[in-house]
């Protein structure tokens, strides 16, 4: 069963300039990015800062995200936190505000051991939620290999697993050995992962570019090469970005780019340099200003 087709954008959490959180922001953003056409939204993610909020900004935030969603689209949140308990008092949060299922990476404060990884994931599966594994091995100590989804995808509710390893031979790997659902996790790997079979992708940048970005990747899907290509090609110096530590500066500068200003970064993420913000201005630039053939 496919849970979590096309188009899932991470959405960013606006800021004041005071560094409060900005809640009618955040409705207005949801409701633009569901307005122009993605499948869905992953609210508290790292793309969110899930990090750097507090307990009720933290569901506040989901609670807007699903409220404003209203059905539209399924709300995926994430339950990233230091112990199992945190997580999965997430995951019941999120079940209870109404989400459609939970993104979980695995546990984050240090190098579990394998049966620790699977236990942490049975202890989230018992919240009653559809989970989809996020693997980070770049910012994170655990790396869900092939072989360790396999045994974590006899657990119930383990479904789906968003791959952000950066290695397109990850997703044939864990399509050949497991059923799991395959959501691309890097944003420059989107077209290569949809053309090879995975059904859904969660997203960073897609957040300045969500129309582009969900053409894109329902093109590639039906195999339509030529036409995603057309345009991947001038979406993906700004995709570049999704794999680096600058990752949420970049998507909250290219918001203020599209004329959707979502506010600053919170510390400990420091304004961007001046060099930067040129870079990422170009590539946006380069990105919306792709010619359009006749």
Request: aromatic share 8%; net charge negative; hydrophobic share 40%.
């Amino acid at each position: 069963m496919i849970r979590f087709p096309g188009v899932f954008v991470a959405i960013v959490t606006p800021f004041t300039p005071e560094l409060e959180v900005d809640y009618k922001r955040l409705s207005e953003h949801a409701d633009w990015l569901i307005d122009q056409g993605v499948d869905g939204l992953v609210a508290a993610g790292s793309v969110g800062e899930y990090a750097s909020l507090l307990t009720e900004e933290r569901k506040k935030v989901v609670e807007t995200v699903i409220g404003t969603a209203k059905g539209r689209v399924p709300v995926v949140v994430g339950t990233a936190a230091p112990s199992t308990g945190q997580a999965v008092g997430w995951a019941r949060h999120a079940k209870q505000a109404g989400a459609a299922g939970i993104m979980a990476l695995p546990p984050i404060n240090y190098k579990p051991t394998e049966n620790e990884v699977i236990k942490y994931y049975e202890a989230l599966s018992d919240a009653g939620m559809p989970i989809i594994a996020y693997n980070n091995p770049h910012d994170y100590k655990t790396d869900l290999t092939p072989p360790l989804l396999k045994k974590l995808s006899s657990i119930p509710n383990f479904v789906a697993v968003k791959e952000f390893s950066g290695d397109l031979r990850r997703m044939h790997d864990i399509m050949r050995e497991t059923d799991l659902e395959v959501l691309v996790g890097v944003d420059d790997l989107a077209m290569e992962g949809a053309l090879i079979g995975a059904t859904g992708w969660i997203a960073g940048l897609t957040n300045a570019l969500p129309k582009e970005s969900a053409d894109m990747f329902r093109l590639a899907r039906a195999g339509r090469l030529a036409e995603a290509k057309s345009i991947y090609t001038y979406l993906l110096p700004l995709f570049h970005y999704d794999a680096g530590p600058r990752l949420v500066h970049a998507i909250k500068y290219s918001l203020e780019l599209a004329g959707h200003p979502v506010g600053p970064t919170r510390p400990p993420r420091l304004p961007l340099e001046e060099e930067e913000l040129k870079a990422i201005r170009e590539a946006y630039d380069y990105a919306v200003h792709r010619p359009v053939k006749a």
